[in-house]
């Protein structure tokens, strides 16, 4: 019997839904680590952060999918690190804040724009090209930055190596971004090969949508029932 991709998204999202909403807290045991631990602490949490941020990674699926070749890759994913590390890196030191479910919020809109882009939504449904890509990569990296600096602000960092702590936590990022990537890359790149990877475009791209409205309605939810 051949396995039904029509039916992924929904099986997937029904299995990852318990951790992905778990996954972004800012845990004690994190706070513990940065409190007795130096820069390499805050390196090691911002790269656990990045690995275990599915609204990010799932973003970066989306583009992946979008993309043909190794430089492709490479430029977008570099104009989408650039993005992120600005606002993370400046909001942070400057104390910009947000409500973090609102800046999570828009955060699985990029998700939910990604996977309708990627299905043609906005030619099909919208009779109009989609916005240039790179823009919009770099748009979304500085609002996934602003996420990023929106967590990072809630642990006490104090007063001492602050800067230092801040360039670490992005370090950190940028090493879990490039190990949560590799095995993404080879997966899609592996899978364009075959026979299926229509059906698994499809299947994944809607499993982005869905999971993006259901990660927003979440978060709005937290917004105004969570007591913030």
Same mark, same amino acid.
């Given at each position: 019997? &051949?396995?039904?991709?029509? &039916?992924?998204?929904? *099986?997937?999202?029904?299995?990852? !839904? ?15 680590? #940065? %409190?007795?631990? +130096? ?38 994913? *570099?104009?989408? *690190?650039?993005?992120?590390?600005? *606002?993370?890196?400046?909001? !942070?030191?400057? @104390?910009? &804040?947000?409500?973090?479910?609102? =800046?999570?919020?828009? =955060? ?6 990604? $996977? ?24 979304? +990296?500085? =609002? ?5 600096? !929106? ?18 936590? %992005?370090? $950190? ?19 364009? %090969? ?7 475009? &499809?299947?994944?791209?809607?499993? #982005?949508?869905?999971?993006?409205? @259901? #990660? ?10 969570? $007591?913030?």
């Amino acid at each position: 019997m &051949k396995p039904s991709f029509k &039916k992924l998204p929904v *099986t997937l999202l029904f299995l990852f !839904t318990p951790f992905l909403l778990a996954a972004h807290g800012v845990s004690s045991a994190d706070q513990e680590i #940065l %409190n007795n631990g +130096g820069l390499l602490s805050y390196i090691y949490v911002g790269a656990k952060h990045m690995v275990t941020g599915y609204d990010h990674l799932l973003f970066l699926v989306g583009v992946i999918f979008y993309l043909s070749g190794f430089k492709d890759i490479v430029r977008f994913i *570099t104009v989408f *690190t650039i993005g992120h590390s600005i *606002t993370l890196i400046g909001a !942070t030191y400057l @104390g910009i &804040k947000a409500d973090e479910h609102l =800046i999570d919020a828009v =955060i699985a809109l990029s998700v939910l724009y990604k $996977g309708f882009e990627n299905l043609g939504g906005f030619e099909k449904y919208l009779k109009f090209k989609s916005p240039n890509l790179l823009l919009m990569v770099f748009i979304f +990296g500085l =609002i996934h930055g602003f996420g990023l600096s !929106t967590r990072l602000q809630s642990f006490d960092v104090g007063s001492s190596q602050f800067l230092a702590k801040i360039f670490s936590f %992005n370090v $950190g990022v940028e090493l879990g971004q490039i190990c949560a990537l590799i095995p993404i890359v080879f997966i899609i790149s592996q899978w364009k %090969n075959k026979k299926s990877f229509d059906s698994f475009y &499809k299947a994944t791209n809607l499993y #982005l949508i869905i999971a993006g409205i @259901g #990660l927003f309605l979440y978060q709005m939810y937290g917004y105004y029932y969570g $007591g913030h």
